[in-house]
Protein backbone atom coordinates (compact mmCIF):
# COMPACT_ATOMS: atom_id res chain seq x y z
CA UNK A 1 0.00 0.00 0.00
CA UNK A 2 1.43 3.34 -0.84
CA UNK A 3 2.51 5.33 2.18
CA UNK A 4 0.14 8.78 2.59
CA UNK A 5 1.80 11.88 1.84
CA UNK A 6 0.75 14.23 4.71
CA UNK A 7 2.78 16.26 3.39
CA UNK A 8 0.74 17.48 -0.09
CA UNK A 9 -1.50 20.58 0.47
CA UNK A 10 -4.61 18.25 -1.26
CA UNK A 11 -3.79 15.17 0.85
CA UNK A 12 -6.83 13.97 3.17
CA UNK A 13 -6.90 11.48 5.48
CA UNK A 14 -8.09 10.39 9.16
CA UNK A 15 -5.69 11.50 11.17
CA UNK A 16 -5.10 15.27 9.44
CA UNK A 17 -8.01 15.73 7.80
CA UNK A 18 -9.69 19.35 9.02
CA UNK A 19 -12.95 18.52 7.81
CA UNK A 20 -13.66 21.38 5.68
CA UNK A 21 -17.24 21.69 4.81
CA UNK A 22 -16.57 22.53 1.35
CA UNK A 23 -16.66 20.01 -1.72
CA UNK A 24 -13.40 20.68 -2.84
CA UNK A 25 -9.94 19.16 -2.82
CA UNK A 26 -8.45 22.27 -1.78
CA UNK A 27 -9.73 22.38 1.59
CA UNK A 28 -9.25 18.36 2.86
CA UNK A 29 -13.04 17.94 2.12
CA UNK A 30 -14.84 15.21 0.75
CA UNK A 31 -16.01 15.07 -2.75
CA UNK A 32 -19.61 15.13 -3.49
CA UNK A 33 -19.92 12.34 -6.17
CA UNK A 34 -22.83 12.98 -8.83
CA UNK A 35 -25.45 10.61 -7.62
CA UNK A 36 -25.31 11.76 -4.30
CA UNK A 37 -25.83 15.10 -5.27
CA UNK A 38 -28.95 14.26 -6.92
CA UNK A 39 -30.26 12.02 -3.56
CA UNK A 40 -29.59 15.54 -1.66
CA UNK A 41 -31.38 17.77 -4.01
CA UNK A 42 -34.34 15.43 -4.43
CA UNK A 43 -34.80 15.56 -0.80
CA UNK A 44 -34.98 19.29 -0.84
CA UNK A 45 -37.27 19.51 -2.85
CA UNK A 46 -39.30 17.52 -1.10
CA UNK A 47 -38.60 19.01 2.49
CA UNK A 48 -39.39 22.65 0.75
CA UNK A 49 -43.51 21.43 0.03
CA UNK A 50 -43.32 19.82 4.01
CA UNK A 51 -41.53 23.17 5.15
CA UNK A 52 -44.33 25.62 5.73
CA UNK A 53 -46.45 22.73 7.80
CA UNK A 54 -43.48 23.83 10.39
CA UNK A 55 -43.10 26.88 12.40
CA UNK A 56 -39.90 28.91 12.55
CA UNK A 57 -38.21 27.23 15.84
CA UNK A 58 -37.61 24.38 13.48
CA UNK A 59 -35.02 26.16 11.89
CA UNK A 60 -33.55 27.10 15.55
CA UNK A 61 -30.36 25.15 15.78
CA UNK A 62 -29.72 25.45 19.58
CA UNK A 63 -25.67 25.15 20.59
CA UNK A 64 -24.45 21.76 20.89
CA UNK A 65 -27.98 20.36 18.83
CA UNK A 66 -25.71 17.39 17.46
CA UNK A 67 -23.69 16.65 20.82
CA UNK A 68 -20.50 18.24 20.25
CA UNK A 69 -20.31 19.77 23.69
CA UNK A 70 -18.52 23.34 23.81
CA UNK A 71 -15.14 23.35 25.95
CA UNK A 72 -14.68 26.75 27.75
CA UNK A 73 -12.08 28.15 29.50
CA UNK A 74 -13.52 31.50 30.55
CA UNK A 75 -10.90 32.82 32.41
CA UNK A 76 -10.35 36.12 29.92
CA UNK A 77 -12.26 39.22 29.82
CA UNK A 78 -11.01 40.73 26.61
CA UNK A 79 -8.93 40.20 23.67
CA UNK A 80 -6.27 41.88 21.89
CA UNK A 81 -5.70 40.35 18.41
CA UNK A 82 -2.40 40.91 16.62
CA UNK A 83 -2.74 40.55 12.45
CA UNK A 84 1.03 40.10 11.31
CA UNK A 85 -0.26 41.12 7.74
CA UNK A 86 1.84 39.47 4.72
CA UNK A 87 2.51 36.66 6.66
CA UNK A 88 5.96 36.50 8.40
CA UNK A 89 8.57 33.52 8.05
CA UNK A 90 7.72 30.55 10.68
CA UNK A 91 11.17 29.47 10.62
CA UNK A 92 13.00 32.96 11.41
CA UNK A 93 10.25 33.93 14.63
CA UNK A 94 7.95 31.24 16.40
CA UNK A 95 9.41 27.97 14.90
CA UNK A 96 13.09 28.86 14.12
CA UNK A 97 15.14 26.46 12.11
CA UNK A 98 18.94 26.92 12.11
CA UNK A 99 20.97 26.33 9.11
CA UNK A 100 23.43 28.73 6.92
CA UNK A 101 21.22 30.78 5.77
CA UNK A 102 20.49 32.22 9.65
CA UNK A 103 22.14 35.65 10.15
CA UNK A 104 24.32 35.62 13.29
CA UNK A 105 22.78 38.58 14.54
CA UNK A 106 19.90 36.35 15.16
CA UNK A 107 21.46 34.87 17.95
CA UNK A 108 19.58 31.60 18.13
CA UNK A 109 18.64 30.34 21.79
CA UNK A 110 17.24 27.96 23.75
CA UNK A 111 14.88 29.26 26.23
CA UNK A 112 12.44 26.95 28.46
CA UNK A 113 13.30 24.36 25.59
CA UNK A 114 11.99 26.54 23.23
CA UNK A 115 14.52 27.31 20.33
CA UNK A 116 14.08 31.63 19.63
CA UNK A 117 15.46 34.43 17.62
CA UNK A 118 16.60 36.38 20.95
CA UNK A 119 18.84 38.49 18.53
CA UNK A 120 15.90 39.35 16.49
CA UNK A 121 13.35 39.84 18.96
CA UNK A 122 15.08 40.31 22.25
CA UNK A 123 12.25 41.91 24.45
CA UNK A 124 9.87 38.97 23.04
CA UNK A 125 12.85 36.30 24.58
CA UNK A 126 12.18 37.66 27.98
CA UNK A 127 8.64 36.96 28.34
CA UNK A 128 8.98 33.68 26.44
CA UNK A 129 7.85 32.24 30.34
CA UNK A 130 4.46 33.17 29.42
CA UNK A 131 3.79 32.34 25.49
CA UNK A 132 2.35 29.30 24.32
CA UNK A 133 3.39 28.74 20.83
CA UNK A 134 1.29 26.49 18.10
CA UNK A 135 3.50 25.37 15.72
CA UNK A 136 0.94 23.14 13.92
CA UNK A 137 -1.21 25.43 12.54
CA UNK A 138 -1.61 25.07 8.57
CA UNK A 139 -3.45 27.12 6.25
CA UNK A 140 -6.15 25.97 3.86
CA UNK A 141 -4.50 28.82 1.09
CA UNK A 142 -2.24 30.61 -0.18
CA UNK A 143 -3.91 34.42 -1.24
CA UNK A 144 -3.05 37.31 1.17
CA UNK A 145 -6.61 38.63 0.74
CA UNK A 146 -8.63 35.44 1.31
CA UNK A 147 -6.22 33.70 4.42
CA UNK A 148 -6.53 37.47 6.04
CA UNK A 149 -10.08 37.36 6.22
CA UNK A 150 -10.47 33.84 6.51
CA UNK A 151 -8.20 34.62 10.33
CA UNK A 152 -10.94 37.15 11.23
CA UNK A 153 -13.83 34.93 10.30
CA UNK A 154 -12.80 31.79 10.59
CA UNK A 155 -14.71 30.75 7.60
CA UNK A 156 -14.42 30.29 3.83
CA UNK A 157 -14.93 33.94 2.59
CA UNK A 158 -16.05 33.04 -0.51
CA UNK A 159 -18.69 31.12 0.59
CA UNK A 160 -22.44 32.19 0.82
CA UNK A 161 -22.27 32.69 4.81
CA UNK A 162 -18.71 33.76 4.69
CA UNK A 163 -19.57 36.65 2.17
CA UNK A 164 -21.53 37.54 5.33
CA UNK A 165 -19.68 36.91 8.18
CA UNK A 166 -18.78 39.35 10.88
CA UNK A 167 -14.90 39.81 12.29
CA UNK A 168 -14.54 37.70 15.61
CA UNK A 169 -14.15 41.01 17.13
CA UNK A 170 -17.60 41.81 15.99
CA UNK A 171 -18.89 38.57 17.77
CA UNK A 172 -17.46 38.82 21.01
CA UNK A 173 -18.42 43.00 21.41
CA UNK A 174 -22.41 41.23 20.06
CA UNK A 175 -21.65 38.59 22.95
CA UNK A 176 -20.40 41.04 25.64
CA UNK A 177 -22.92 43.99 24.82
CA UNK A 178 -25.60 42.84 28.28
CA UNK A 179 -22.39 43.20 31.04
CA UNK A 180 -22.15 46.88 29.60
CA UNK A 181 -22.70 49.84 32.17
CA UNK A 182 -24.14 53.17 31.86
CA UNK A 183 -20.41 54.58 31.88
CA UNK A 184 -19.02 52.40 29.62
CA UNK A 185 -18.93 54.64 26.15
CA UNK A 186 -16.61 52.78 24.31
CA UNK A 187 -17.49 50.59 21.33
CA UNK A 188 -16.71 46.82 22.02
CA UNK A 189 -14.78 46.58 19.16
CA UNK A 190 -11.78 48.52 17.99
CA UNK A 191 -9.44 48.15 15.78
CA UNK A 192 -5.98 50.00 15.52
CA UNK A 193 -3.53 50.59 12.82
CA UNK A 194 -4.84 50.30 10.10
CA UNK A 195 -4.67 46.97 7.97
CA UNK A 196 -7.74 45.12 5.90
CA UNK A 197 -10.01 44.78 9.04
CA UNK A 198 -13.36 43.22 8.63
CA UNK A 199 -16.25 44.66 9.95
CA UNK A 200 -19.86 42.98 11.38
CA UNK A 201 -20.97 41.57 8.81
CA UNK A 202 -24.60 40.89 8.62
CA UNK A 203 -25.30 42.02 12.21
CA UNK A 204 -25.93 45.36 13.49
CA UNK A 205 -23.62 48.07 13.09
CA UNK A 206 -23.02 48.95 16.66
CA UNK A 207 -20.60 45.90 16.85
CA UNK A 208 -18.51 47.27 13.97
CA UNK A 209 -14.97 47.64 14.78
CA UNK A 210 -13.92 51.31 15.40
CA UNK A 211 -11.23 52.21 13.60
CA UNK A 212 -8.74 54.61 15.75
CA UNK A 213 -5.47 55.82 16.50
CA UNK A 214 -3.72 56.87 19.68
CA UNK A 215 -1.46 59.52 19.12
CA UNK A 216 0.74 62.63 21.27
CA UNK A 217 -2.10 65.16 19.99
CA UNK A 218 -4.97 62.63 20.96
CA UNK A 219 -7.94 61.64 19.11
CA UNK A 220 -9.74 63.90 16.38
CA UNK A 221 -13.40 64.83 16.44
CA UNK A 222 -13.79 64.52 20.04
CA UNK A 223 -14.80 68.02 20.48
CA UNK A 224 -17.31 70.13 18.25
CA UNK A 225 -15.87 73.70 16.48
CA UNK A 226 -19.06 75.35 18.15
CA UNK A 227 -18.16 74.28 21.26
CA UNK A 228 -19.27 72.37 23.85
CA UNK A 229 -22.75 74.05 24.85
CA UNK A 230 -23.62 75.03 21.35
CA UNK A 231 -23.16 71.18 20.58
CA UNK A 232 -25.50 69.52 23.32
CA UNK A 233 -28.03 72.45 22.33
CA UNK A 234 -28.01 71.32 18.72
CA UNK A 235 -27.74 67.55 19.59
CA UNK A 236 -30.85 67.73 21.87
CA UNK A 237 -33.19 69.54 18.99
CA UNK A 238 -31.48 66.51 16.49
CA UNK A 239 -33.08 64.42 18.69
CA UNK A 240 -36.42 66.14 19.73
CA UNK A 241 -37.14 66.60 15.18
CA UNK A 242 -36.34 62.97 14.76
CA UNK A 243 -37.33 60.86 17.87
CA UNK A 244 -40.56 58.64 15.93
CA UNK A 245 -38.10 57.76 13.59
CA UNK A 246 -35.33 56.23 15.81
CA UNK A 247 -37.65 53.39 17.46
CA UNK A 248 -39.21 51.18 15.20
CA UNK A 249 -38.41 53.24 12.21
CA UNK A 250 -40.07 53.10 9.04
CA UNK A 251 -36.78 53.37 7.26
CA UNK A 252 -35.85 50.27 8.56
CA UNK A 253 -32.13 48.72 10.24
CA UNK A 254 -30.25 51.02 8.55
CA UNK A 255 -31.57 53.97 10.52
CA UNK A 256 -31.17 52.24 13.63
CA UNK A 257 -27.97 52.07 13.24
CA UNK A 258 -27.18 55.00 12.08
CA UNK A 259 -28.64 56.08 15.43
CA UNK A 260 -26.44 53.67 17.39
CA UNK A 261 -23.28 55.54 15.70
CA UNK A 262 -24.94 58.48 16.78
CA UNK A 263 -25.50 57.41 20.25
CA UNK A 264 -21.61 55.64 20.79
CA UNK A 265 -20.07 58.84 19.16
CA UNK A 266 -21.82 61.24 21.78
CA UNK A 267 -20.94 58.86 24.24
CA UNK A 268 -17.01 59.91 24.04
CA UNK A 269 -17.35 63.11 22.96
CA UNK A 270 -16.00 65.42 25.99
CA UNK A 271 -15.54 62.68 27.95
CA UNK A 272 -11.87 63.43 29.52
CA UNK A 273 -11.58 59.43 30.37
CA UNK A 274 -12.00 58.10 26.57
CA UNK A 275 -9.55 61.72 25.48
CA UNK A 276 -6.71 59.79 27.90
CA UNK A 277 -6.59 56.77 26.60
CA UNK A 278 -6.18 58.19 22.60
CA UNK A 279 -4.14 60.89 24.18
CA UNK A 280 -0.30 59.14 24.09
CA UNK A 281 2.58 61.03 26.04
CA UNK A 282 5.93 61.26 24.06
CA UNK A 283 8.12 58.98 26.81
CA UNK A 284 5.45 56.25 26.39
CA UNK A 285 5.91 56.25 22.61
CA UNK A 286 9.24 56.34 22.79
CA UNK A 287 9.32 53.53 25.36
CA UNK A 288 6.92 51.40 23.22
CA UNK A 289 8.98 52.63 19.62
CA UNK A 290 12.38 51.69 18.19
CA UNK A 291 15.70 53.06 19.51
CA UNK A 292 13.64 56.21 21.34
CA UNK A 293 11.32 56.81 17.92
CA UNK A 294 7.56 56.16 18.01
CA UNK A 295 6.02 54.14 15.76
CA UNK A 296 2.77 53.09 14.37
CA UNK A 297 2.24 49.46 15.76
CA UNK A 298 4.48 50.51 18.82
CA UNK A 299 1.50 53.50 19.62
CA UNK A 300 -1.42 51.05 18.91
CA UNK A 301 -0.04 48.44 21.69
CA UNK A 302 0.21 51.36 24.32
CA UNK A 303 -3.35 52.51 22.89
CA UNK A 304 -4.37 48.53 23.36
CA UNK A 305 -2.99 48.70 26.70
CA UNK A 306 -4.98 52.10 27.57
CA UNK A 307 -8.30 50.43 26.07
CA UNK A 308 -8.32 47.49 27.88
CA UNK A 309 -6.92 49.71 30.93
CA UNK A 310 -9.93 51.66 31.41
CA UNK A 311 -12.86 49.30 31.43
CA UNK A 312 -15.19 51.58 29.55
CA UNK A 313 -16.26 48.90 27.17
CA UNK A 314 -13.81 47.51 24.74
CA UNK A 315 -13.66 44.02 24.76
CA UNK A 316 -11.39 43.00 21.39
CA UNK A 317 -8.83 44.95 20.09
CA UNK A 318 -7.29 44.15 16.90
CA UNK A 319 -3.87 45.71 15.56
CA UNK A 320 -2.78 45.13 12.42
CA UNK A 321 1.21 45.54 11.84
CA UNK A 322 2.23 44.83 7.91
CA UNK A 323 5.79 44.28 6.42
CA UNK A 324 6.27 40.57 6.20
CA UNK A 325 6.09 39.86 2.45
CA UNK A 326 9.72 38.94 2.41
CA UNK A 327 9.58 37.14 -1.25
CA UNK A 328 13.59 38.59 -1.29
CA UNK A 329 16.01 39.54 0.58
CA UNK A 330 14.47 38.80 3.55
CA UNK A 331 18.12 39.05 5.74
CA UNK A 332 19.27 42.51 4.14
CA UNK A 333 20.14 44.47 6.91
CA UNK A 334 18.18 47.36 7.71
CA UNK A 335 15.30 45.99 5.57
CA UNK A 336 13.70 42.49 4.95
CA UNK A 337 12.23 41.15 8.43
CA UNK A 338 14.03 43.39 10.21
CA UNK A 339 11.77 46.58 10.47
CA UNK A 340 8.70 44.73 10.93
CA UNK A 341 10.30 42.22 13.62
CA UNK A 342 11.58 45.39 15.77
CA UNK A 343 8.61 47.21 16.24
CA UNK A 344 6.81 44.04 16.56
CA UNK A 345 9.43 42.63 19.29
CA UNK A 346 9.42 46.01 20.81
CA UNK A 347 5.61 47.00 20.95
CA UNK A 348 4.23 43.52 21.89
CA UNK A 349 7.05 43.29 24.29
CA UNK A 350 6.28 46.56 26.32
CA UNK A 351 2.57 45.86 26.21
CA UNK A 352 2.82 42.03 27.64
CA UNK A 353 5.27 43.89 30.10
CA UNK A 354 2.78 46.68 31.28
CA UNK A 355 -0.69 44.58 31.43
CA UNK A 356 1.10 42.27 33.82
CA UNK A 357 2.11 45.15 36.17
CA UNK A 358 -1.18 46.20 35.97
CA UNK A 359 -4.15 45.24 38.50
CA UNK A 360 -6.97 43.34 36.86
CA UNK A 361 -10.63 43.94 37.35
CA UNK A 362 -11.32 40.69 39.29
CA UNK A 363 -7.85 40.04 41.19
CA UNK A 364 -4.46 39.35 39.86
CA UNK A 365 -3.15 41.77 36.69
CA UNK A 366 -4.47 42.52 33.44
CA UNK A 367 -2.42 40.09 31.35
CA UNK A 368 -4.10 37.69 33.75
CA UNK A 369 -8.02 38.62 31.66
CA UNK A 370 -6.78 39.45 28.04
CA UNK A 371 -6.29 37.11 25.69
CA UNK A 372 -3.12 38.08 23.57
CA UNK A 373 -2.79 36.42 20.12
CA UNK A 374 -1.15 37.21 17.28
CA UNK A 375 -0.58 35.34 14.15
CA UNK A 376 0.04 35.82 10.02
CA UNK A 377 -2.19 34.49 7.17
CA UNK A 378 0.13 31.72 6.58
CA UNK A 379 3.53 31.05 6.53
CA UNK A 380 6.48 30.76 4.11
CA UNK A 381 9.29 28.68 2.12
CA UNK A 382 11.88 26.55 3.91
CA UNK A 383 13.11 25.28 0.72
CA UNK A 384 15.20 26.04 -2.34
CA UNK A 385 14.15 25.09 -6.01
CA UNK A 386 16.06 21.70 -5.38
CA UNK A 387 14.21 21.03 -2.32
CA UNK A 388 17.01 21.51 0.57
CA UNK A 389 16.47 23.98 3.03
CA UNK A 390 17.46 27.60 2.20
CA UNK A 391 15.78 30.73 0.24
CA UNK A 392 14.49 30.82 -2.74
CA UNK A 393 16.55 32.21 -5.61
CA UNK A 394 15.71 36.03 -4.56
CA UNK A 395 17.50 35.31 -1.27
CA UNK A 396 13.93 35.25 0.03
CA UNK A 397 10.90 32.93 1.06
CA UNK A 398 7.65 32.84 -0.93
CA UNK A 399 4.12 31.90 0.08
CA UNK A 400 3.71 28.79 1.91
CA UNK A 401 1.23 26.36 4.40
CA UNK A 402 3.10 25.76 7.43
CA UNK A 403 2.49 28.97 9.93
CA UNK A 404 2.43 29.30 13.72
CA UNK A 405 -0.06 31.04 16.10
CA UNK A 406 1.14 32.67 19.75
CA UNK A 407 -1.00 33.18 22.74
CA UNK A 408 -0.41 34.76 26.17
CA UNK A 409 -2.21 35.69 29.25
CA UNK A 410 -6.02 35.36 29.62
CA UNK A 411 -5.48 31.96 31.09
CA UNK A 412 -2.54 30.94 29.00
CA UNK A 413 0.19 28.47 30.44
CA UNK A 414 3.10 29.68 28.71
CA UNK A 415 6.89 28.90 28.38
CA UNK A 416 6.56 26.01 25.74
CA UNK A 417 5.53 24.68 22.21
CA UNK A 418 2.47 22.99 21.02
CA UNK A 419 3.40 20.97 18.27
CA UNK A 420 6.23 19.63 15.95
CA UNK A 421 7.59 20.37 12.42
CA UNK A 422 9.97 19.05 10.23
CA UNK A 423 13.60 19.85 10.90
CA UNK A 424 13.61 22.51 8.30
CA UNK A 425 9.79 23.21 9.08
CA UNK A 426 8.20 22.15 5.98
CA UNK A 427 5.31 19.99 7.58
CA UNK A 428 3.92 19.26 11.01
CA UNK A 429 5.34 15.94 12.85
CA UNK A 430 3.21 15.91 15.60
CA UNK A 431 0.32 18.15 15.86
CA UNK A 432 0.38 18.35 19.60
CA UNK A 433 -3.17 18.42 20.83
CA UNK A 434 -5.44 15.37 21.33
CA UNK A 435 -7.31 15.29 18.00
CA UNK A 436 -3.68 14.35 15.70
CA UNK A 437 -4.18 16.37 12.79
CA UNK A 438 -2.88 20.04 12.07
CA UNK A 439 -4.48 22.88 13.75
CA UNK A 440 -6.39 25.41 11.58
CA UNK A 441 -8.09 28.76 11.55
CA UNK A 442 -11.43 27.72 12.31
CA UNK A 443 -9.65 25.68 15.97
CA UNK A 444 -7.87 29.16 16.81
CA UNK A 445 -11.26 31.13 16.63
CA UNK A 446 -12.67 28.51 19.10
CA UNK A 447 -9.83 28.87 21.16
CA UNK A 448 -10.03 32.63 21.39
CA UNK A 449 -14.18 32.07 21.91
CA UNK A 450 -13.00 29.17 24.86
CA UNK A 451 -10.95 31.88 26.40
CA UNK A 452 -13.88 34.16 26.67
CA UNK A 453 -16.51 31.22 27.84
CA UNK A 454 -18.27 32.15 24.61
CA UNK A 455 -20.01 29.05 23.61
CA UNK A 456 -18.24 28.51 20.12
CA UNK A 457 -20.85 25.60 18.82
CA UNK A 458 -24.29 27.98 18.77
CA UNK A 459 -25.64 29.99 15.99
CA UNK A 460 -27.35 32.89 15.74
CA UNK A 461 -30.51 32.83 14.00
CA UNK A 462 -30.79 35.95 12.75
CA UNK A 463 -28.93 35.73 9.51
CA UNK A 464 -30.53 36.90 5.91
CA UNK A 465 -30.11 33.56 4.78
CA UNK A 466 -32.34 32.17 7.52
CA UNK A 467 -29.69 29.28 8.07
CA UNK A 468 -28.41 30.10 11.44
CA UNK A 469 -25.04 31.41 11.64
CA UNK A 470 -22.68 29.06 13.30
CA UNK A 471 -19.90 31.26 15.65
CA UNK A 472 -17.44 28.74 14.17
CA UNK A 473 -18.89 26.96 11.53
CA UNK A 474 -19.68 22.81 11.80
CA UNK A 475 -18.27 23.05 15.33
CA UNK A 476 -21.08 21.83 16.94
CA UNK A 477 -20.90 18.77 14.58
CA UNK A 478 -17.16 17.53 16.02
CA UNK A 479 -15.23 19.23 12.72
CA UNK A 480 -13.51 21.99 15.29
CA UNK A 481 -12.46 22.36 18.49
CA UNK A 482 -10.18 25.02 20.70
CA UNK A 483 -6.86 24.30 21.35
CA UNK A 484 -7.25 23.35 25.29
CA UNK A 485 -3.65 22.24 25.41
CA UNK A 486 -2.71 26.32 25.49
CA UNK A 487 -4.41 26.98 29.15
CA UNK A 488 -2.81 23.69 31.00
CA UNK A 489 -0.05 21.59 30.74
CA UNK A 490 -1.68 18.36 31.70
CA UNK A 491 -0.85 15.15 29.72
CA UNK A 492 -2.82 14.74 27.07
CA UNK A 493 -4.26 11.44 25.63
CA UNK A 494 -2.87 9.17 22.94
CA UNK A 495 -2.97 11.37 19.83
CA UNK A 496 -1.57 9.49 16.51
CA UNK A 497 1.77 10.83 14.78
CA UNK A 498 1.85 12.17 11.41
CA UNK A 499 4.11 10.58 9.10
CA UNK A 500 5.56 13.10 6.47
CA UNK A 501 7.94 12.00 3.75
CA UNK A 502 9.80 14.11 1.15
CA UNK A 503 7.66 15.03 -2.02
CA UNK A 504 9.29 13.78 -4.68
Not at 67 to 95: K, Y
Amino acid sequence: MKEKDHLHPDHSCETCQPLRPVNSALFGGPVLGRRDFFTIAGTGVAGFFVSPLFSKDVYARPANAEGAAAQLNGRARNVIFIHMQGAPSHVDTFDLKVGSWTPADFAPETINGVLFPKGLMPNLANHLGRIAIIRSLRAPALVHSLQQIWTQIARNPTSQMGKIAPNIGAVVAREFEPQRTANQKLPGFVSLNGGGVVQSGYMNARYTPFAAAGSTNGLGNLTNFAGQTNFDRRYQMLQELDAENRVNSPLGDAATDMDNFYQQSRGMMYNPEVDAIFRLTTAETQRYGVNNAQTGFGNSCLTARNLIKSNLGTRYVQISIGGWDNHTNIYQTNAGIYPSARQFDKGLGELLTDLAATPGVNGGNLLDETLVVWMGEFGRTVRTGASQPGLNAGAGRDHFFQHFACFAGGGISGGRAIGQTTSDGFATMDSGWKYGRPIANEDIAATIYSALGIDYTKAYQDDPFQRGFDLVPFAAQGAWYPVMEVFQRSASPARPKLNPRTRG
